[in-house]
């Protein structure tokens, strides 16, 4: 020890000469004020010093978006650039009006409620006008996703129980208890799924988007619980992009972490090096959405564990697929709870859980976790109020249309088609390898295959595909197509007649390597090129605005029982 004094003991006698050093100076500084001068300069200049750091560094977003942002939104107001730029978007819009109208008919749309109320009959014939709007035979196996199953016999059934619980509403549990206990029992059959034990728990959601905004919801709650004012959540770049949505509602900061450019999964050491002591919850996902890989999620729960963060797997894609994939013969490193360290689970029932739309599953490793996301609003004059999920009113009969889904296809049948599924997809990955011209990227194990080109522009691809009746979901940073493979590619010749017409597409777009790009593909090509990612958000507000127009011209007379329409 007196080693060890002889050798510091110098550089502490420097450290006491330079303060020493400094209190002269602040002396001679202060000489001649007075005490609530002192004071008051130093509460000023704490406040400037506390404003300045709030500015840099305690934001939602970071400095440098922000100044990209300002620099744009004053840029845009130039007389010269506004003109082109509203022009451009009128045109934009008229057009995207233009094709949502081409299907309508002239008859056009509803306006006003009908004067008197329809018949049953005519309820089904102008139902049937509706559906005679679809023009895409989904069952024919040509789309990415969108529709799991189509098996005729699981959709009476459901229709069936549909109707059964038609008005039930699990806000009631007194008054609806066959409800409420079907949506315990496919909770807990979902945490027994993904190897949780007794102490597992969770709730049923509207959808993965719901899932994963309770899931945020809930660890911001706990961070603020923990006096951490901005919460901060690190995730992927690939992950789902209602984790950024989370991050706007509910007042986080959200940090994308990079991924490798060769396997497509999340970089843990970057995500370590983010970690600070906002950080409220990491996040992988089993898949991710854009190129169907699975991140190393043993890995993320070790930081986890490391630093005492909760982490969440996001299996909304990959729910029921992942629980069955040993069974079925293709074993995968373990992504749920058997992983110390992961602490919450989305999953949706409505994928390859085969249940109608609008039902998931958000799973917590204890009540702990799961209480963070209830509201319950104590001093409201119509009574105590509590809510376990977003929403207030649910739909029962969606909770009992998931639980008869489950019951029909039991641990059996979703073994079957996990092995249908996956046996398909990986053969289709094999057999796009063979062709020259494009590449699949990573190691998809699970449902999905995302291909891209180094020769020529991929959405050419992905445009020539559509105009033979295929709909595949174009990706950007990089720009990719994939293929989301369900229940209905697996029938008898959809993946070889899918290869075949990649195989095809692709040797004739190799003749033309750099000819331009049209359609959807044109979009996404242009929309990848801005830096201006606001221009991007205009750009696809139109979309959403044009989804919801009525108008397409003068209002006619027409329709049943002289209903107003555009």
């Given amino acids: ?238 992950v789902h992009a209602a984790f950024d949505k989370a991050a706007a509602m509910f007042h986080m900061k959200i940090t994308h972490i990079k991924i490798d450019p060769k396997t497509m999964m999340v970089d843990v050491k970057a995500m370590r090096r983010a970690i600070n002591k906002n950080t409220c919850l990491l996040v992988g996902s089993a898949p991710h959405f854009p190129h169907g890989i699975i991140d190393p999620m043993e890995e993320i729960a070790k930081l986890g564990l490391k630093y005492n963060i909760p982490v969440h797997t996001d299996c909304c894609l990959g729910g029921f697929l992942i629980p069955f994939m040993d069974k079925a013969g293709f074993p995968i490193a373990p992504v749920d709870f058997r992983i110390p360290g992961i602490t919450s689970i989305s999953a949706d029932t409505h994928k390859y859980g085969f249940a109608p739309k609008g039902s998931s599953v958000i799973m917590y490793l204890n009540k702990n976790y799961r209480k963070y996301q209830w509201f319950i609003q104590t001093d409201w004059p119509g009574g105590v109020y509590a809510s376990p999920t977003l929403a207030g009113s649910r739909a029962g009969a969606i909770i009992a249309a998931c639980w008869a889904a489950m019951m029909y296809m039991g641990e059996d049948g979703y073994v079957d088609s996990t092995k249908k599924i996956i046996s398909t997809t990986r053969y289709i990955v094999q057999e796009l390898r063979k062709i020259p011209g494009i590449e699949v990227l990573g190691e998809p194990l699970m449902s999905l295959v995302a291909i891209s080109s180094k020769t020529f522009n991929i959405f050419r691809l992905s445009d020539a595909l559509s105009e033979r009746g295929w709909m595949l979901n174009p990706l950007q940073f990089p720009s990719s197509v994939h293929l989301c493979v369900t229940l209905l590619h697996t029938k008898p010749g959809v993946a070889d007649r899918f290869i075949q017409e990649v195989r095809d597409v692709t040797a004739e777009l190799m003749k033309d390597k750099d000819a331009k790009c049209g359609g959807m593909g044109a979009i996404y090509g242009m929309a990848q090129r801005i830096p201006d990612r606001s221009l991007v958000h205009e750009i696809v507000s139109l979309f959403l605005d044009a989804s919801y127009n009525t108008n397409v011209g003068e209002p006619v007379k027409n329709g049943v029982n002289g209903i107003n329409k555009h």
Avoid at 1 to 17: C, G, H, N, S
Avoid at 50 to 55: I, L, Q, R
Avoid at 75 to 100: Q, V
Avoid at 112 to 123: E, F, M, R, S, V
């Fill in 1 to 238: 020890m007196e080693d060890v004094a002889k050798v510091v003991r110098p550089y502490i006698d420097l450290i006491l000469l330079y303060l020493e050093d400094v209190r002269v100076v602040v002396n001679n500084v202060c000489r001649g004020l007075e005490p609530w001068q002192i004071i008051l300069v130093t509460v000023g200049l704490t406040l400037v010093v506390s404003s300045v750091y709030d500015f840099l560094f305690d934001q939602e977003e970071r400095l440098v978006e922000r100044l990209k942002k300002t620099v744009f939104k004053y840029g845009k107001r130039l007389p010269i650039i506004k003109g082109r730029i509203d022009r451009e978007i009128m045109k934009f819009a008229k057009e995207l009006e233009s094709g949502y109208n081409k299907g309508i008919g002239p008859s056009g749309y509803l306006l006003h409620l009908p004067k008197k109320g329809l018949t049953a009959d005519d309820i089904r014939g102008e139902l049937q006008k509706y559906h005679e709007m679809v023009h895409t035979d989904w069952s024919k196996g040509s789309v990415s996703g969108a529709v799991y199953s189509g098996d005729p016999d699981l959709t009476r059934v459901l229709t069936e129980t549909y109707g059964t619980f038609a008005w039930t509403n699990p806000l009631h549990p007194d008054l609806f208890p066959d409800v409420r206990k079907m949506e315990a029992e496919i909770v807990r059959m979902c945490c027994s799924l993904f190897n949780g034990g007794p102490e597992t728990c969770g709730t049923m959601t509207s959808g993965g988007t719901e899932s994963i905004l309770l899931a945020c919801l809930g660890y911001r709650n706990r961070a603020r619980e923990r006096g951490i004012k901005l919460p901060e959540i690190i995730v992927p770049v690939t």
